[in-house]
């Protein structure tokens, strides 16, 4: 057992766990969509992404291209709702809500590939 | 040092080092942002929200601060702001002193070097040459290289010699890089399987990493001309058993310079004014005389020298510790700089010595001393290393033998012009008398300087101007053709010594009547203003036209339409 590995295989096990954790429920309905979690599943997301630096593999390459793909998913997703909190007059609309869930949605399906990769590298390795 | 095989993945190697201090400064950050937004304000106001907190840590943690923002804060707001700050300064100093660190690396240096230089000279598309080794011949070939505007890319084992490449000044850009030319790796990066890449010049001072640039080069590139230095015989031999095209030993060289020197001076003085290196002069010096000689040194150039000498049938006494074996010479023990040495030599009966000893010193020693004795010796001095060069100046010997400027000397002539070889050869058959007229018509017309020395094809690619119109069936002769292209009346500063024809013909000094024909391949001798006038006649039609019947021809689709009106309408009124 390679410590490395574990930590590597939790930050992307959890980043996709929080996003999913944020993403499930009616899609406007606030009080199912909790920011804190919204919060926690961009900084797994982003830790995630730097664990993912500096490997050469084509395998490598790929999970670094699907994590950032969740972290402009989901930063998108924070912008929205802080617009949507503190800028338009309107406040948090379901109109709004549904936005930031839907961005988060697509950040769900790009940890799902990285989920995906992971444990395929995991299966090649036989070991 | 293999910064070689890590050189593609710089960007890579920085972002894995800087890993650990991103995470860090990523989760205090959050850590700070989450307890703002956990922290109760002061009544009324409620908690921050995650847009504010993000905010204030935002600028918090880049030291901007911009106070209180958006309402006052609370005791206990204030107490995990006072611990946000602490926790943000740790974090930016151990990222910062991360980057420092991997900034100061050397290693990492050594991988940025590489990667540039080799982006450097994958993006060269002149030719250029590769030279290895910048040492004292390195230098002269380089500067000379620069002055006929050709490229030249440096691999050099030393440091501080590449560090001196920049302070040179040249006017193209050299690429250099320091690190072993012996290996086949380096050489590739340098651009030795580059399309635009002429030729290899293995220049080192070690035999060893030269015959490894050969072998390198003969298969990695084998249609590339390699030069290659060998300055013992072994070397030259293994270099020669693979088909290395160019092995120049200098004091082979020199012994065969001296030779040329004894048997005819206006074919060495031709051949040191030819393969003079750009911007210098050639002095004038006194022929070599035939008689006794005396040499001190019985090394690598002593024993050249010796059978050169001895080739001439002129009796050598040599001066060295050791008998010099077998050969059938006089020999006195000693070291040469010593006047006993010198008088059991029969130095005053002698008419040259030749101070061969690898001790600079020593050879200074001895030709004072001599010319002490003897005062109309004729010396020649071996000067080994460059930065010696005041003394051997203020001594003035008649000749000078400085390997790394007869290498100099060889490489250009090889490179810059492959036709010189046989005219050489071809100047060396014929007669003094010829060779003096030679000299004389040569000299004369363009001075002592050195010539511009290079080589005209009348191809298609070269002169495309000219070929057409041989191909059209016209006849032009050299008369016309070597004259500016400004003012037809005046002849270009410029001779063609020799021409090689398609059908292994040749012209050795050819007429001005004398028809060029397509194919030709030319060697011209002159100033360098010469040249670009040469070019444009044979590539541009309008100078070729004017050249050849004195009328400048219109540019342009418009005025070529209005001549030829004109013309038509010329034709029309003569039969009338």
Known sequence: MNLEKVIFGFFIVLAATLNFGFFTGDIDNPAHHDVYELFAAIVVSLIATVLKFGDRTQIGAVHLSTSLVADLQLIAAAMVWGYAAHVSPAGLTPEMVARVVSLSGGALLANGVSVVILIAETIMQRR | MTPLQRHHGIFF????????????LITILAVSVLGLTLAPGLDGAGRLSFFHAFYFISYTATTIGFGEIPVEFSNQQRMWVTICIYLSVIGWAYTLGTVFTLL????LHLAIRTQRFARAVRRLREPFYLVCGYGETGRLICSALDRMGVRAVVVELDDAKVGELDLHGYTADVPALAADAGNPETLSFAGLTSPHCAGVIALTDDDS????????????APRLPALCRAESPETAANMASFGTRHIINPFEKFSEYMALAVQSPAAWQLLAWLTSLPGSTVEHHRDPPRGHWILCGHGRFGKAMLSTLSRESMPVTVIDRQPPGDAPHRWVQGDGTGAEALLAADVRQAVGLIAATSSDVDNLSAAVTARGLNPGLFVVLRQNHYSNHALFDAFDADFNMVPSEIIAHECLAVLSTPLLAPFLREMKAR??????????RLTGRFGWEAPTVWSERINIARAPALHRRLMAGEEVGLDTLLRSPQKRAEYLPCEVLYIQRDDSDHLVMPLGDTLVRPGDELLLAGRRRARGALGLSLANEQALAYLLSGVDLPGGWIWERLARRKQIRKERRLPG
């Open chain 2, 13 to 24: 190697l920085v972002l894995r080092r800087l890993r650990a201090p991103l995470i860090v």
């Open chain 2, 104 to 107: 100061a690396d050397r290693n």
């Open chain 2, 209 to 220: 990493a030269n015959l490894a640039i050969a072998i390198t080069a003969r298969l990695l």
């Open chain 2, 431 to 440: 007669d003094e008398e010829w060779r003096v007229w030679l000299l004389k």
